[in-house]
């Protein structure tokens, strides 16, 4: 059973730093999978924000390229995210995101993803 945990969401300053985690049960991230993080904030769509497929190539919504860095830790089989230079634009409930693919085209899509962890909120202040 595939199960996706996120942490390491919380309030900090504009230009400070975060580091999520998703920990990953029932398979291995190093299985080939396309995975990926999300946010949503009010109001608003969820949006992909970077993915790490199959192949180990990696994607960045540009609102978040050179400020956030995605990373797979085959060892403790957790899908990271650093955040550097937040920004209150970055505020909202991050979630992490598993496919069935190995990759795709559509990785900022959520009908990409088949299972999804209960998110964790990142808030940024001004």
């Known amino acids: 059973q595939v199960q996706l945990v996120e942490s390491g969401g919380g309030s900090v300053q504009a230009g400070g730093s975060l580091r999520l985690s998703c920990a990953v049960s029932g398979y291995s991230v190093s299985s080939g999978v396309l995975m990926a993080w999300f946010r949503q904030a009010p109001g608003k769509e969820r949006e992909g924000v970077a993915a790490?497929?199959?192949?180990?190539?990696?994607r960045y919504a540009d609102s978040v390229k050179g400020r956030f860095t995605i990373s797979k830790d085959n060892a403790q089989n957790t899908l990271d995210l650093q955040m550097n230079s937040l920004k209150p634009e970055d505020s909202a409930m991050y979630y992490c995101a598993r496919s069935v693919y190995s990759r795709s085209v559509l990785w900022y899509d959520r009908g990409t993803y088949n299972f999804w962890g209960q998110g964790t909120q990142v808030t940024v202040s001004s």
């Open positions: 790490v497929d199959g192949f180990d190539s990696i």
